[in-house]
T-cell receptor
Framework: NAGVTQTPKFQVLKTGQSMTLQCAQD?????MYWYRQDPGMGLRLIYY???????DKGEVPNGYNVSRLNKREFSLRLESAAPSQTSVYFC????????????FGNGTRLTVT | QKEVEQDPGPLSVPEGAIVSLNCTYS??????FMWYRQYSRKGPELLMY????GNKEDGRFTAQVDKSSKYISLFIRDSQPSDSATYLC???????????FGKGTKLTVNP
């Protein structure tokens, strides 16, 4: 049972380049999330999707777009990467959103030079 | 005021010690309380989950919630080197999709 799978594990981008971070879950969960984790800042919510077909902004959405491709997959796109987006990105899923524990992937470590 | 405050540590204890990790929160609407453990270069994993005041025990771990004081704690008994990790508290506001995390406390248990 894989749980939440994120690809790639590592990525280096130049300023201005674009990329998409992929996330898939095999637990039949309804809700999916993207967080970023920075030293001293903790985990901050970028976007979430309460159910297939819906997405909402979190605490730090600027510079990002998301797509809930289907119930299993939720992608995060950086259209024009900036050094401030250097971070570790975590995808998570939960069974039904509010009150349901989140299950996390192992992260994508992104460096923007 | 931050919604969830957690002392970042670091905290270093000898093997076998009792560890106490704490968070305070500001919003009385918060209802669901969790503790996550995060090993280096891994994602957070759920350790404890509770939604009521009082204690919840699971093996060597006890989660304690005091809603009147807006204070939550995680106790680790007989701590082991394998408990060395960062511990994050996380709280859901009732009816909200938003899970708010503390910044995490880094714990090292020395053999």
């Amino acid at each position: 049972n894989a749980g939440v799978t994120q690809t790639p594990k590592f990525q280096v981008l130049k300023t201005g380049q674009s990329m998409t971070l992929q996330c898939a879950q095999d637990m039949n969960h309804n809700s999916m999330y993207w967080y970023r984790q920075d030293p001293g800042m903790g985990l901050r919510l970028i976007y979430y999707s309460a159910s297939e077909g819906t997405t909402d902004k979190g605490e730090v959405p600027n510079g990002y777009n998301v797509s809930r491709l289907n119930k299993r997959e939720f992608s995060l796109r950086l259209e024009s990467a900036a050094p401030s987006q250097t971070s570790v990105y975590f995808c998570a899923s939960s069974e039904q959103g509010a009150g349901s524990p989140l299950h996390f992937g192992n992260g994508t470590r992104l460096t923007v030079t | 005021q931050k919604e969830v405050e957690q002392d970042p540590g670091p905290l270093s204890v000898p093997e076998g010690a009792i560890v106490s990790l704490n968070c305070t929160y500001s919003n009385s609407a918060f209802q669901y309380f969790m503790w996550y453990r995060q090993y280096s270069r891994k994602g957070p994993e759920l350790l404890m989950y509770t939604y009521s005041s009082g204690n919840k025990e699971d093996g060597r771990f006890t989660a304690q919630v005091d809603k009147s004081s807006k204070y939550i704690s995680l106790f680790i008994r007989d701590s082991q080197p394998s408990d060395s990790a960062t511990y994050l508290c996380a709280i859901f506001q009732g009816g909200s999709e938003k899970l708010v995390f503390g910044k995490g406390t880094k714990l090292t248990v020395n053999p």
